[in-house]
């Protein structure tokens, strides 16, 4: 795992400065602390910052060439099968001078182009110089775990991990996008290809970008996940194709040259991958969890359940987080708008497994390829009153619960939901999603100005594709769809990208294993929600591994008391933040409507 940066100049004669490069490298130092390089020939130049995992020797340095440098990589990820594919590359005349998965992707280039990246399981986010055919190549991985920013200018392109490293080129002036600003308060979030700034993009996930004289910039995508295949009726075997998949992506991901950990929140993803890593190894586990005092949140003692279950060396970590001076970090690491309050117990639990480890598992994925969240039971209640007789009518009834906005109780879930009686399948997701506000009572909020700059580019809806694609058998289908294509890459890659980069941790996620993905997006929603039980095919595949406990409990996410904050230390912040007029918040939002 490390941080890229890079440089072309479209002139030839244009050379391209080192020191530059070396700037834009060393603002994503953080992400490989163990070595740094750079590479320049006239109108280009590569640069890498290098955590070591795999081949900790000198020989897995980066910028790389091949045996005649006439093709250089920079590389940020892990490929699993690295190890199956280069025997066949060795048989075509290939010579290694390593054993990282870096060099197989450099030679696996040479035999099959730009799409080589078809061939490659894994998460990683890389650039090719190829100095024969004056190619410049950027790819990204099919789930979009790993991150990779470009800029287009007068010159030439510019390219790195992260926004800040386009930013230290000091060619890209950090003008703020509005229209990324809008999408924002949507989703928490900004989508792909959008970035909080004027200029600079995200390469999509599961795309590359390719750029040669005379033919400008291409941007072409390289996988699409299939929803339309067979599937095996009977659940049995069904459990054991899971079982066995997730078993494979967990012994691949354990491969490193370094110690591994796992992160154990005590829910059913990351028993899972505990069960999966223990069948694997009959040695020392250590897994790693933080807890903040409130007991809502604190999955602690099923954690120490699972723990003792398969006999792991555990770390508790208790912090008390100091919001007012971590927020300015957590701004900082993310370089953009972001609003998933779940990033800063991720950030803490990286930072103290970092201190013993190099590398953690994670069960991020769990819940959108087996459909662990609530919100897909909901969507599924909703269907069933759909077909209740005067259904139209029962959105009126929720005039008769009581409520109170300090308090998300059941009476005001059945309230929100009773709301959502009579909408499509898609109004209601989205309303879901955007915390059960329509978007008008977002743009009331917003200044004429502000409109007017968003009013062209406002239905961005990254987050919704999935309800769009064709031959989708059933609205469920289409929700875990959305989720996979949109919420998984643009949040939730992201936060635990930015929150353990920023400690110098790889964080791997056998539930993103794109084998996995592929599988369970053809498994029919009757096996992922069984009546209201939900991930049931996953919980019968590991159901003799894992306590009862585990398999019974409900859901709870990694959340942090976001609300209590903002009504006591947060407070004082948030109404100079939106309430007292300055000449950024007075040009985009109505001061008297946030009040």
């Known amino acids: 795992m490390c941080g890229i940066v890079g440089k072309i100049h479209f002139d030839k004669e244009h050379p391209v400065d080192p020191r530059q490069i070396r700037m834009m490298a060393d603002s994503v130092q953080h992400r490989g602390p163990d070595d740094a390089g750079i590479w320049t020939e006239r109108n280009v130049g590569l640069g890498h910052r290098r955590l070591s995992i795999i081949d900790l020797s000198p020989s897995g340095h980066n910028p790389m060439g091949n045996e005649d440098e006439t093709v250089w990589i920079v590389f940020n990820g892990e490929i699993y099968n690295f190890q199956e594919l280069r025997p066949g590359l060795e048989a075509a005349g290939h010579r290694f001078r390593s054993h990282t998965d870096t060099e197989v992707i450099l030679h696996l280039y040479e035999e099959l182009g730009p799409m080589c990246v078809k061939q490659l399981r894994g998460m990683f986010a890389f650039a090719i110089w190829d100095r024969r055919a004056q190619r410049l190549l950027l790819a990204r991985d099919r789930m979009g775990v790993k991150p990779l920013h470009y800029a287009l200018n007068s010159n030439g392109l510019l390219f790195g991990s992260e926004i800040k490293a386009v930013l ?68 049995s075997i069904v459990a054991e194709q899971v079982r066995d998949l997730v078993q494979e992506a967990t012994r691949l991901r354990l491969i490193a040259d370094v110690p591994v950990g796992l992160f154990l929140s005590g829910g059913l993803d990351s028993a899972c991958v505990l069960a999966a890593t223990r069948q694997e190894t009959s040695g020392k586990i250590r897994t790693f969890s933080v807890t903040f005092g409130a007991e809502k949140y604190d999955e602690s003692p099923y954690a120490r359940l699972l723990a003792k279950r398969f006999e792991t060396e555990h770390h ?160 469920l289908t289409r929700a875990t769809a959305s989720d996979t294509l949109g919420y998984i890459p643009e949040c939730l890659n992201v936060k635990v990208d930015r929150a353990s980069m920023a400690c110098g941790l790889e964080v791997r996620s056998p539930f993103l294993d794109h084998k996995l993905v592929e599988f369970c997006a053809r498994v029919p929603s009757g096996l992922k929600i069984r009546n209201t039980e939900q991930k049931y095919i996953l919980k019968r595949a590991f159901h003799d591994e894992l306590p009862a406990e585990i398999l019974q409990r409900e859901k709870t996410g990694f959340g942090m008391p976001l609300a209590e904050w903002l009504r006591h230390d947060l407070r004082g912040l948030a109404e100079i933040l939106c309430c007292r007029p300055t000449v950024a918040s007075a040009a985009c939002f109505r001061r008297r409507r946030l009040e």
């Not at 390469?203 to 995508?221: D, F, N, V």
């Not at 970090?329 to 990286?350: C, Q, R």
Request: hydrophobic fraction near 40%; include cysteine; glycine fraction near 8%.
């Open 316 to 475: 508790e970590f208790r912090v008390t987080p100091n919001v007012m001076e971590l927020l300015p970090e957590m701004a900082a690491l993310f370089d953009e708008p972001f609003a998933d309050e779940s990033a800063i117990p991720t950030y803490y639990l990286a930072k103290l497994t970092r201190e013993q480890v190099k590398v953690a598992l994670s069960g991020d994925g769990g819940d959108e390829a087996f459909a662990g969240y609530q919100r897909y039971l909901v969507l599924k209640v909703l269907g069933w009153l759909s077909r209740v007789p005067g259904a139209a009518q029962l959105s009126a009834l929720r005039k008769l619960l009581p409520y109170h906005s300090s308090s998300r109780n059941k009476l005001r879930y059945m309230r929100e939901l009773l709301s959502l009686v009579g909408r499509t399948p898609v109004q209601q997701y989205r309303a879901m999603f955007l915390g059960m506000l329509d978007e008008d009572q977002w743009m009331a909020c917003y200044t004429d100005g502000f409109r007017e700059c968003i009013e062209e580019d406002a239905k961005t809806e990254r987050f919704l594709e999935g309800w769009g694609l064709p031959a989708m058998p059933d609205d």
């Open 168 to 235: 230290s080129s000091g060619e890209i002036d950090p003008v703020p996008d509005l229209a990324s600003l809008h999408q924002f308060l949507l989703w928490q979030c900004i989508p792909s290809p959008r970035t909080g700034f004027h200029g600079i993009r995200k390469l999509p996930p599961a795309s590359i970008l390719t750029w040669q004289p005379g033919e400008g910039i291409r941007i072409q995508k390289y996988w699409d996940l299939d929803y339309g295949g067979p599937m095996p009726a009977k659940a």
